[in-house]
């Protein structure tokens, strides 16, 4: 219980010929609002402020449930800095999910759907969570951006192996890392790359094991983590 309330800071450093000036980017997901309450998302927030960074990804599963009121993600506002969302597959078990998801905006988060954002010498990619698998492998293909270091949001780590000729990074969440001992080996049976730093074709995976639990606020082998990504060039 102890480890399911605190959350660390995970530093990620990766070097890329694509990248000029030096990046910090922040990505936290499966923040589980409704299983978790505000104040979990004020200590994650709290944590953020510590770091200095660009500007902020949220791999989806931000809330997951109906009874969470959206109003309550006022605080986000506190960030001064750009925040972008794809959904997960928790966004999609609300009820009202549309105009849930068409609110964020009033808290400075800006959703990617299945579209790209330029950002100085980053492609930003975003992925929604409800498409297929051969759907998401499509989008990715048309975004990329041969000249620019191509970063891939997607919440589940499914579609790195078709991907990874293509894109500098992927980023996802999901897994929680089974979250409680020994669920990370059924996980793993159903999720290749279930936690961490993966390495391929010049590419790189990371999964993270999120920022919140889902169901029981417990940790056994696993914990909370905010994800500090430091972009610097080869040179």
């Not at 500007?55 to 109003?71: P, R």
């Not at 964020?104 to 950002?119: A, G, H, V, Y």
């Not at 999720?191 to 010049?202: D, E, Q, T």
Request: hydrophobic share 35%; net charge positive; glycine share 6%.
């Amino acid at each position: 219980m102890i480890n399911a309330r605190n959350i660390s800071i995970k530093n990620v450093e990766l070097t890329s010929a694509k990248i000029r000036n030096n990046l910090n980017i922040i990505f936290i997901s499966d923040v589980h609002l409704g299983t978790n309450t505000t104040k979990h998302l004020k200590k994650i927030l709290n944590k953020i402020k510590t770091i200095k960074y660009d500007f902020i990804i949220i791999g989806g599963d931000l809330i997951d449930s109906s009874s969470f009121n959206i109003n309550d993600l006022t605080i986000l506002n506190e960030i001064k800095k750009d925040i972008y969302f794809v959904n997960g597959n928790h966004e999609y078990y609300l009820k009202n999910y549309k105009d849930k998801m068409s609110q964020l905006k009033k808290f400075n988060i800006r959703i990617l759907k299945n579209t790209s954002k330029e950002i100085d010498q980053i492609n930003l990619i975003g992925i929604d969570d409800i498409e297929s698998k051969n759907s998401k492998i499509k989008y990715v293909t048309k975004f990329k951006k041969d000249n620019l270091f191509n970063l891939v949001i997607s919440h589940k780590p499914d579609i790195w192996d078709d991907i990874n000729k293509n894109v500098e990074l992927m980023v996802s969440g999901h897994t929680h890392n089974g979250q409680i001992f020994p669920f990370n080996l059924i996980v793993k049976l159903k999720f290749k790359y279930i936690y961490g730093l993966y390495v391929k074709n010049k590419s790189r995976l990371y999964v993270s094991s999120g920022s919140g639990c889902w169901g029981p606020k417990l940790r056994i082998g696993s914990s909370n983590e905010i994800i500090n990504i430091k972009l610097t060039s080869e040179d």
